[in-house]
T-cell receptor
């Protein structure tokens, strides 16, 4: 059982729609992430939140808008997406660290499989 | 930018045979992590290596981190059908940012 919960599990949206992906964790982790994974590819980092503040944006188009309302929740707002944005969107959390432990192991959610039509 | 290369991309083995996947970074890493993703699933954290030359074992899985902290390997002894999936290495060179290797897809033939 995953300790990071993502909803919805599947989403089909039109190119003019606005939708949101939600992620919740109750492990007390203070770093949360959005990753995008296309079929047969590795996860690609999109955003990092550390202590509820956006710390990394990997030059993601503005049609993706992240939000971290509190330490347990992470949202990804979607607007005017393109068919090539269809992918598995993964949320992850970890404890932020320092030095060689600057990256702790991620706990991933089961993802939202997004199809843009 | 940091690149993490992983080979092979695909590996078919007979059940009971051993399996190894290798990871190489273009830069020195602070640490490296390994994940397993089952078909249709999400990545699951296996282990993190931090020290130069570190070797860690988890039952039939042996993980190594190179002396120069630029390469790593995962070795599975006597594979089982439950080992099927894609194994990713993920290297970190700095604060909170990690780069995933392309992954090695393991198929185990019963």
């Amino acid at each position: 059982d995953t300790e990071v919960t993502q909803t919805p599990k599947h989403l089909v949206m039109g190119m003019t729609n606005k939708k949101s992906l939600k992620c919740e964790q109750h492990m007390g982790h203070r770093a949360m992430y959005w990753y995008k994974q296309k079929a047969k590819k590795p996860p690609e980092l999109m955003f990092v939140y550390s202590y509820e503040k956006l710390s990394i944006n990997e030059s993601v188009p503005s049609r993706f808008s992240p939000e971290c309302p509190n330490s347990s929740l992470l949202n990804l707002h979607l607007h005017a997406l393109q068919p090539e944005d269809s992918a598995l969107y993964l949320c992850a959390s970890s404890q932020p660290g320092q030095g060689p432990y600057s990256m702790r192991g991620y706990t991933f959610g089961s993802g939202t499989r997004l199809t843009v039509v | 930018g940091q690149q993490v290369m992983q080979i092979p991309q695909y590996q078919h083995v007979q059940e009971g045979e051993d399996f190894t996947t290798y990871c190489n970074s273009s830069t020195t890493l602070s640490n490296i992590q390994w994940y397993k993703q089952r078909p249709g699933g999400h990545p699951v954290f296996l282990i993190q290596l931090v020290k130069s030359g570190e070797v860690k074992k988890q039952k039939r899985l042996t993980f190594q981190f190179g002396e120069a902290k630029k390469n790593s390997s995962l070795h599975i002894t006597a594979t089982q059908t439950t080992d099927v999936g894609t194994y990713f290495c993920a290297g970190s060179g700095g604060y909170q940012k990690v780069t995933f290797g392309i992954g090695t897809k393991l198929q185990v033939i019963p």
